[in-house]
């Protein structure tokens, strides 16, 4: 009864920028930790970054300085401002979120969204 949804991927030329969405959605008590991984081409998937229920962020050295993670809590969305974007950055884009599905739960439920792919490339 929970779900993530990504959009915004899509065609950017190199040094093009692009932001990725991501809500969850459905019965919930709370989001805590949310972050974007990606897959590229041949390479298995990778935390790209990570922002925790108060905001402080971390990012994976290749991104740092180009990308950017958000959150907007009331609306249950994070964000991933992708500047200065390399064909490197290829890959299909993953949304996750550490979810609390009750408000008694002593524990945290993963989730991952179906991702949605950016193509870097002129």
């Known amino acids: 009864q929970v779900q993530l949804v990504e959009s915004g991927g899509g065609l950017v030329q190199p040094g093009g920028s692009r932001r990725l969405s991501c809500v969850a959605s459905?019965?919930?008590?709370?989001?805590?930790?949310m972050a974007w991984y990606r897959q590229r081409p041949g390479k298995q998937r990778e935390l790209v970054a990570r922002?925790?229920?108060?905001?402080?962020?971390n990012y994976a050295e290749s991104v740092k300085g180009r990308f950017t993670i958000s959150r907007d809590n009331a609306k249950n969305t994070v964000y991933l401002q992708m500047n200065s974007l390399k064909p490197e950055d290829t890959a299909v884009y993953y949304c996750?979120?550490?979810?609390?599905?009750?408000?008694?739960?002593?524990?945290?439920?993963?989730?991952w969204g179906q991702g949605t792919p950016v193509t870097v490339s002129s």
């Open positions: 922002v925790t229920d108060i905001g402080m962020t």
């Open positions: 996750n979120a550490a979810l609390k599905l009750k408000e008694r739960d002593y524990y945290t439920t993963d989730l």
């Open positions: 459905g019965s919930f008590f709370s989001t805590n930790a």
